[in-house]
């Protein structure tokens, strides 16, 4: 198979899941690399053999189709827009951006050129997320009618990238609600409203020593740091099937005992894998039943597969078919994330100004490294 080339521009932590997409996808090869610190794409060059060079040199390169935007999500819709203004398809790591405006300008840009936008979470492609859809759709609980999303900790205080997370674009919401709400959309299909209250615990935090070699010595470890974000959201989103779904999302949380996802429908309920990998366990609990049971999982990609979004937008390129992981769906949840905050604040429900085809189920029998054509 003729395989799609693609650059990553950003180069940091999460990158080496897409160097190496090239191994586990026959659909993509990366050709180039960039970051800002030109010591990061030369560390890759280094590990993967692929050429660094500046963005500029990356967009320039004519055989280049997609460009996969590894940037802080402060950057997403800059690097998107320069990467549509490029001629190219532009994949972005979540969340699709930090603002809804510049959001929906990169999906205006890709639909007047005529251009592919994707984003992830696609962790929603794994063998658990798809094993949950199957159960949905082959009607094993009814109708869904409820459910909880839940994700809670005391947050990533002594990750070396704490700073960022307690910042604007971050907070456990934007961080870690795409895998929750883009999950709950290949569930139940589109929302409609949110109805929410934020707070914040704690005003300020302490991060470890390890921030002062990440930010060159900008933070002091164990100094005192302010929090500029929510840190705990618990709201009520709505969806146009008639679901409605409770979720919380904190930083603020030492200790909890809830499952990430629950969906309870007419016929019984379901308990949903944490949406942020891509494996099982999927239990169920049918009318009539009284323990929850596990369900084989019916899908491959049970393992980290991070990368099967931008794989599944360059099969479709060449079929001319919709890719899964796609703009439209990343700029809703980015609005219902939004949306948390913005309901909080008015002290009202918040319809939503976006929506999204639910996404094509990944067909059964697939090998790891295929997708659909
Ligand atoms: N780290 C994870 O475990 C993880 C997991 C899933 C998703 N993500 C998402 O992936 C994205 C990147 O996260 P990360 O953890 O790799 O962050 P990171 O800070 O380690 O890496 C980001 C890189 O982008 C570079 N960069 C910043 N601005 C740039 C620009 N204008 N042009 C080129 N390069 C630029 C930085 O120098 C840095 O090397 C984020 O949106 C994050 O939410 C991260």
């Not at 997403?76 to 827009?81: D, E, L, V, Y």
Request: net charge neutral; glycine share 10%; aromatic share 8%.
């Amino acid at each position: 198979m003729k395989k799609t080339k693609v650059g990553i521009v950003g180069c940091g932590m999460i990158s080496d899941t897409y160097f190496k997409a090239s191994q586990k996808f026959n659909m993509i090869e990366v050709v180039a690399c960039a970051d800002i610190i030109p010591a990061r794409a030369e560390k890759k060059t280094e590990l993967y053999g692929v050429p660094n060079m500046t963005n500029d040199a990356l967009f320039a390169m004519p055989e280049i189709e997609i460009v996969i935007n590894l940037t802080p999500p402060q950057v997403h819709s800059k690097i998107a827009t320069d990467t549509l203004n490029a001629g190219k398809h532009a994949y972005s790591e979540k969340p699709f951006g930090v603002d809804s405006d510049d959001a929906a300008k990169v999906i205006a840009l890709g639909k007047a050129k005529n251009l592919r936008v994707g984003c992830a979470p696609d962790t929603f492609l794994g063998a658990g997320q798809q094993t949950a859809r199957k159960i949905l759709d082959d009607g094993w609980i009814g109708k869904p009618l409820c459910g909880t999303a839940i994700v809670m900790g005391r947050g990533p205080e002594k990750w070396p990238q704490a700073p960022f997370f307690y910042d604007y674009g971050a907070g456990p919401m934007l961080d870690l609600g795409p895998y929750y709400m883009t999950a709950l959309v290949n569930l139940l299909g589109p929302a409609k409203s949110v109805t929410a209250v934020t707070t914040k615990g704690f005003d300020f935090r302490t991060y470890g020593p390890e921030v002062a070699e990440q930010y060159q010595d900008k933070y002091k470890p164990f100094d005192k740091y302010p929090v500029t974000v929510t840190t705990h959201l618990t709201g009520v989103v709505e969806f146009v099937c008639g679901a409605v779904i409770t979720v919380v999302a904190s930083f603020d949380v030492y200790k909890h005992g809830h499952r990430p996802i629950e969906i309870y429908g007419t016929e019984g309920s379901m308990q949903v894998p944490d949406p942020n990998t891509f494996g099982g366990p999927v239990t169920v609990c049918r009318k009539g039943q009284k323990e929850w049971q596990e369900v084989p999982l019916s899908h491959v990609y049970a393992d980290n597969s991070r990368s099967i979004g931008a794989a599944d937008m360059a099969i479709a390129l060449r079929n001319n078919r919709p890719h899964r992981v796609n703009g439209d769906l990343a700029n809703h949840v980015l609005d219902i994330m939004l949306s948390f905050d913005k309901s909080s604040k008015a002290g009202q429900k918040i319809e939503l100004g976006t929506t999204c085809q639910r996404p094509k189920a990944l067909p059964l029998g697939l090998e790891v490294g295929e997708l659909d054509d």
